[in-house]
């Protein structure tokens, strides 16, 4: 890509809202990782989807198994966690939503409190650092593990948004879309949206969720991750994209990682053009920007250039994001202010 345009991308301020954290894990905090665990005998080109290569959504899960023996301490969460942001604070971006899934490793002492307590001390660490950036936190419910440990983990959740001074923001449904049943989670994302805990579900990122989808749409989610198979093009219905447009809920959408992980089959056949000529709420998101080898400015890059995109375009995309997110509305009003001082310096 050329260097002029990228720098554009780079420049300009943006929104993450859909970044798993220990997928957003970079190749150099991967490098020590590897080291401090040399027993482990983990290969970096285990941990990542390198460029041109593909995978299927199920190898992209076994990454994340190689990637959750490296990270299981304490000591390597606050890493890890104090990494990622700074490399989004890098890219230029001013506002972070990071996702996690508390894990207890009973070899090394963590609990599931232990782990959220972590991320929030890095998150805070980083404030007090002065790294360029305001993070929010959702704590994620792996779908595999069932319904006991989806609500064990919203009441979790539910304290940590009282205790959290507001950095705890929300629930995130994701995991292994193969597995398990949606219907079955209904009573913990109901609780969750009951308790004033705000939900960012992965739906339909693989075909065949159509009725999952539409007992989802219910609840009503905030915000819905991915959305592939949302439209009548692909096997979705026009009851699901009926629902999802008369609620206005924000898409959040992840290029790369769907090209990498095969469930959209090229750049241009991408469903962010169905939504955004629909002037549907889009949000360019990384997903997993370590095992996917990518970065924010990188996703936009790739809309821009795939979609045809102006340079105002763009700049109108990632300054709607601040919308979509789950900041209050002082958060939403400074980031605002952020965007007008910064666009005389950035759009030519
Ligand atoms: C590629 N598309 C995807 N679809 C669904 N869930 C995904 C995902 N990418 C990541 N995750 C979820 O995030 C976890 C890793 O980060 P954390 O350990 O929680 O920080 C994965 O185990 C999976 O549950
Ligand atoms: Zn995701």
New binding site residues.
């Given amino acids: 890509m050329d260097k002029e345009a990228d720098l554009f991308y780079r420049q300009i301020p943006k929104v993450e809202l859909h970044a798993?954290?220990?997928?957003?894990v970079s190749f150099a905090t991967m490098e020590k990782l590897i080291a401090r665990k040399p027993h482990l005998n983990i290969e970096s080109s285990r941990t990542a989807i390198h460029s041109g290569q593909r995978r299927s959504?199920a190898e992209?899960?076994q990454v994340?198994?190689v990637?959750?023996q490296l990270?299981d301490s304490e000591e390597d969460i606050l890493m890890v966690a104090k990494a990622v942001i700074e490399e989004f604070a890098a890219d230029g971006v001013k506002y972070l939503e990071l996702?996690?899934?508390p894990?207890e490793e009973t070899k090394t002492g963590l609990s599931k409190r232990r782990y959220i307590e972590t991320i929030l001390e890095a998150i805070h660490q980083c404030k007090q650092e002065g790294v360029d950036i305001d993070v929010r936190f959702l704590v994620?419910v792996?779908?595999?593990n069932g319904p006991e440990v989806a609500m064990e983990t919203v009441k979790l959740a539910e304290d940590f948004m009282l205790s959290s001074d507001g950095v705890v923001v929300g629930l995130d449904l994701?995991?292994?879309?193969t597995v398990g049943h949606g219907k079955d989670l209904l009573p913990a994302l109901q609780r969750a949206r009951n308790c004033g805990l705000k939900l960012a579900l992965?739906m339909c990122?693989v075909p065949s969720q159509k009725e999952e989808s539409e007992l989802l749409l219910d609840l009503p989610p905030d915000r819905i991750?991915?959305g592939t198979f949302l439209h009548p093009e692909v096997g979705g219905s026009d009851s699901l994209v009926d629902k999802v447009r008369k609620l206005n809920i924000p898409l959040e959408l992840?290029l790369t990682?769907n090209i990498k992980?095969q469930t959209v089959p090229s750049y241009d056949k991408h469903h962010f053009q169905y939504w955004y000529e629909r002037q549907h709420p889009c949000v360019l998101c990384t997903?997993?920007k370590g095992?996917?080898c990518t970065d924010l400015s990188q996703e936009y890059h790739l809309a821009a250039s795939t979609f045809g995109l102006s340079q105002e375009a763009v700049w109108s995309l990632s300054q709607q994001a601040i919308h979509c997110s789950f900041a209050p509305e002082a958060l939403k009003q400074k980031l605002e202010q952020r965007w007008a001082e910064l666009r005389p310096h950035t759009l030519h």
Avoid at 20 to 24: A, K
Avoid at 174 to 177: E, L, V
């Fill in positions: 798993h954290l220990n997928g957003s959504l992209c899960f994340f198994k990637i959750h990270v996702r996690s899934t894990r994620a792996d779908r595999r994701s995991g292994d879309p992965h990122e991750g991915h992840c990682s992980g997903d997993d095992v996917f």
